[in-house]
């Protein structure tokens, strides 16, 4: 094959030498020459589009001049199959079809297959031509094949990621990726490609990775063409299809010696140097990146981060994860790539355990490099904010395993955090039981203590407990006994700022939450609860920044519910009660386990005059909690100073037919 003008414009002798044409305008005309293939072009057509205001005549005498030089390059009779044939009215090239990349292309989408269509995706290395300068007057010329072909590629990344997934060639795979890759880099919202490389997350087994690729779709397809993803890519993350394990968990031979887990107090993690996939010019930045994602991650108390210093003594050398692991005695592994293109970057990182080489979290960042300084301060609060609850959940899924006779009082409080996120009465007794089993272990352990009063806390709030009385003094009390041993832990301090919050104290609330996000600024809990005191406070425009903030950062978090149901209150404050209905109404549709919500949903739906959705979930609310009143809900001490926000969902209910008393 030695015509290339799929990227950049490149032509090669029968000696493999490059051509070298002698004008840029006589390599664009054999480009247009090789785009027309058999049935050529028109002289007249040629030389109007090519010289352009220049008369018939020498229009005409450019164009043969240009002939001339791609003859020579081609000699005929010459051990050539690339000749040049006209007659007076057309120019046409003949060539075997091998020749050409754009004919090669064709025939391999046109043959099917596996194979072929993953050899067809290696062969389009870029847009026709997208590397050669063209000047403006001859854009119109190729713009259309430009087009066709950029539409034949991203069909081809959609057809294969489907064949894919049925056939599981891991090279076909990582051609397709590859391929789909570049699409996005030129067309971020290239639905096409964003559903390719959904389909190959979760052929791989990584549905988290596939959850942000398909928000990453939307967001793009919001930003630049107003619009939502087609039912097509939504359908494959509402309802995915069945995955094998993920490839790092499966690679491991199943006589692979179980690993013991570690005694330890807390997870450790170290941040490895990224691999610069770009010139050495962009070390600096490269290190940069680590560096700010190891000094985020520092901020999480929940988990040891290992040194800069520490890590960097490995740049440069490829090292087995488990090896890291031994030599520095740390749970988790955070490696990563940083490419340049243009004046584009990305960053990809993933969070490996550092026992079992499974990874456990991966996501990939873009951005231009206009700003280098702001893009690594921006990538680190991203990473730092999604690697947390990876990591916490890696946690959960080790304490689970545990004999219960080999449990402590840090592994009890993980088996704890699932239940919390339940948001039921029942979810929330199981939490507090495990949480008193960990304290009779340790009472001093501040962080059961903390989790413990926002247990108590939500009981009142949500009238789960049929004594609010008892319950108000036993949250106080908890937070009384978690002061002073939780300084130093921003988990335990927003926790007890929640249960502050939810007695009624927004001034001391605001206190605790502050002092978590000074520790940890991308604690995403730390600025969801620090939203609801936004909404206690009657601070709509506040709660808001707060809750998406919150979401930016942990996109993914099991708490993204709550998230959601913040913004949702801080649009109901603001009087948007049709964004709040809309949140709300996914919600109780993608969390059926969240009943308070169908509360929400009631007051804001008969705010918005939607009465039908209104009713309906009203119904629903009381169905679960039969003794529920209006009454009940407005002596609740978090909404002691919100007397505007009170009384609107006051009426909100009560339009929607929720008993006042």
Not at 298 to 310: G, L, T, Y
Not at 386 to 402: G, L
Not at 474 to 490: C, F, H, M, Q, W
Request: glycine share 6%.
């Amino acid at each position: 094959m030695r015509i290339r003008l799929l990227g950049e414009l490149s032509v090669f002798s029968s000696s493999d030498q490059p051509v070298r044409f002698t004008t840029r305008k006589t390599a664009l005309v054999f480009a247009a020459l090789v785009l027309a293939g058999r049935r050529g072009v028109r002289r007249a057509l040629l030389a109007d589009g090519f010289w352009p205001g220049r008369g018939e005549a020498q229009a005409r005498n450019s164009l043969r001049q240009a002939l001339v030089d791609i003859r020579r390059a081609f000699p005929a009779g010459n051990s050539t199959a690339i000749e040049i044939e006209s007659d007076l009215e057309t120019v046409r090239l003949a060539a075997a079809s091998g020749e050409a990349d754009l004919w090669v292309f064709d025939h391999l989408i046109e043959q099917g297959g596996v194979r072929s269509l993953a050899a067809a995706a290696e062969l389009y290395r870029g847009d026709l031509l997208s590397e050669t300068s063209i000047p403006d007057e001859l854009e119109q010329w190729f713009q259309p094949d430009r087009g066709n072909y950029r539409q034949k590629a991203l069909q081809l990344v959609d057809r294969l990621s489907r064949e894919l997934n049925a056939g599981g060639d891991v090279a076909g795979e990582q051609v397709c990726e590859r391929l789909a890759e570049r699409l996005l880099a030129s067309e971020p919202a290239a639905e096409e490609a964003h559903r390719a490389m959904i389909r190959i997350y979760q052929h791989r087994g990584q549905a988290n990775a596939a959850m942000r690729q398909y928000l990453l779709c939307r967001e793009a397809l919001g930003r630049e063409l107003g619009v939502e993803p087609e039912a097509t890519t939504r359908a494959l993350i509402e309802t995915p299809p069945e995955a094998p394990p993920p490839e790092s968990s499966a690679a491991v031979k199943s006589d692979t010696p179980v690993a013991v887990p570690r005694e330890r107090e807390q997870p450790s993690v170290v941040v490895m140097p990224f691999d610069n996939l770009s010139s050495e010019e962009d070390d600096y930045f490269v290190d940069g990146v680590v560096e700010e994602i190891t000094a985020a991650l520092s901020r999480v108390r929940d988990f040891f981060v290992i040194a800069r210093q520490s890590a960097f003594t490995y740049k440069g050398r490829f090292i087995d994860v488990r090896e890291v692991g031994a030599e520095l005695g740390v749970t988790y592994v955070v490696e990563g790539t940083v490419r340049r293109g243009g004046d584009r970057l990305r960053i990809s990182v993933q969070l490996v355990d550092a026992e079992s080489r499974k990874q456990l979290w991966s996501d990939r960042y873009e951005g231009v490099s206009a700003d280098l300084f702001e893009f690594q301060d921006r990538i680190a609060a991203q990473v730092a904010g999604a690697i947390h609850p990876a990591v916490r959940h890696a946690e959960i899924e080790s304490a689970t395993r545990k004999p219960p006779a080999n449990l402590r009082a840090y592994d009890l409080v993980m088996r704890a955090f699932p239940k919390l996120w339940g948001q039921n009465a029942v979810a929330i007794a199981e939490a507090m039981k495990t949480l008193e089993e960990a304290l009779k272990l340790d009472p001093k352990y501040g962080r059961a203590h903390a989790l413990l009063a926002w247990c108590h806390a939500l009981n009142i709030t949500y009238l789960w407990s049929p004594n609010q009385a008892a319950e108000l003094q036993a949250t106080l009390d908890a937070v009384d006994r978690a002061s002073g041993l939780i300084e130093d832990d921003p988990t335990a301090l927003t926790a007890c700022g929640a249960a502050v919050s939810l007695s009624g104290d927004q001034q001391r609330a605001a206190a605790l939450i502050e002092s978590a996000l000074a520790l940890d600024p991308n604690n995403a809990w730390a600025w969801t609860r620090f939203g609801w005191v936004g909404v206690y406070r009657d601070e709509a425009a506040e709660a808001q920044e707060r809750f998406e903030r919150a979401i930016r950062l942990s996109p993914l978090d099991p708490f993204l519910f709550n998230m959601r149901m913040g913004l949702g209150a801080a649009h109901a404050l603001a009087g948007r009660f049709s964004e709040a209905v809309a949140i709300a109404r996914d919600v109780v549709t993608r969390h059926t386990n969240v009943t308070w919500a169908y509360r929400q949903l009631a007051a804001w739906a008969a705010m918005n005059d939607d009465m039908k959705t209104a009713h309906w979930a009203a119904e629903r609310f009381l169905a679960i909690q039969p003794d529920y009143t209006i009454a009940k809900y407005i002596a609740l001490p978090s909404l002691r100073d919100v007397s505007r926000f009170r009384e609107t969902m006051a009426e909100g209910m009560t339009k929607a037919g929720l008993p006042e008393n």
